[in-house]
């Protein structure tokens, strides 16, 4: 199965950067997943890391270490908007469902 | 393309009752997932289908859960004998056949008394 661990919570200024950690731990790994869901809302998706490295997409990029079980979204020039939880998932290999962590809740304050 | 749609998108009911929910994939999309997600949690997998096929429901989903995909497109997901327990978000995902990314629809809350 998989366990995934990131922070609960996280508060930055606008305009700044933040960083969240995800490491996970799993029998079998196809690919590495971050969402971000507003209150009351559903999942949208961010990205998808399968192979080492850095991705990046605008304002959001992520990394991940296979190796190490590790992976992180950065989100830079935050905007208020970016309010959000933000979710770790992990696809297991030969599978397509997704293990979600619990969760990242970013506040971000002017 | 309106994206995945779902329906109702909140639902109260007494424990004991059955309730049914719909959820309309992105046409395209063959693989269509279920979760469920209760505050301060993220998604939990209850089951995933290809085309009209269940290929995996989760050990979590008591017999009292049932879902079906009966022509590959749309599919309903039916608790009987609602439970307290059974109060959450459910979130309905698709996705392509070459494509990992899942897209997920708007939810279903419901809530049980």
């Known amino acids: 199965g998989q366990n995934i661990d990131q922070p609960t919570e996280m508060t930055a200024t606008e305009g700044a950067i933040v960083q969240i950690n995800c490491t996970y731990q799993?029998?079998?790994?196809?690919?590495l997943f971050w969402y971000q869901q507003h209150a009351g809302e559903a999942p949208t998706f961010l990205s998808y890391n399968v192979l080492d490295g850095l991705e990046e997409k605008g304002r959001f990029s992520s990394f991940l270490s296979r190796s190490k079980g590790y992976s992180y979204l950065l989100l830079k020039e935050l905007q208020m908007k970016d309010s959000a939880s933000y979710l770790c998932?992990?696809?297991?290999?030969?599978?397509?469902?997704?293990?979600f962590g619990a969760g990242t809740t970013v506040t971000v304050r002017a | 393309d309106t994206g995945v749609s779902q329906d109702p998108r909140h639902k109260i009911t007494k424990r004991g009752q059955n309730v049914t929910f719909r959820c309309d994939p992105i046409s395209e999309h063959n693989r269509l997932y279920w979760y469920r997600q209760t505050l301060g949690q993220g998604p939990e997998f209850l089951t995933y289908f290809q085309n009209e096929a269940q290929l995996e429901k989760s050990r979590l989903l008591s017999d009292r859960f049932s879902a079906e995909r009966p022509k590959g497109s749309f599919s309903t997901l039916e608790i009987q004998r609602t439970e307290q327990g059974d109060s959450a978000m459910y979130l309905c995902a698709s996705s392509l056949p070459d494509r990992s990314e899942q897209y997920f629809g708007p939810g279903t809350r419901l809530t049980v008394t």
């Open positions: 799993t029998s079998g790994f196809n690919g």
């Open positions: 998932a992990v696809r297991p290999v030969d599978d397509y469902k997704l293990s």
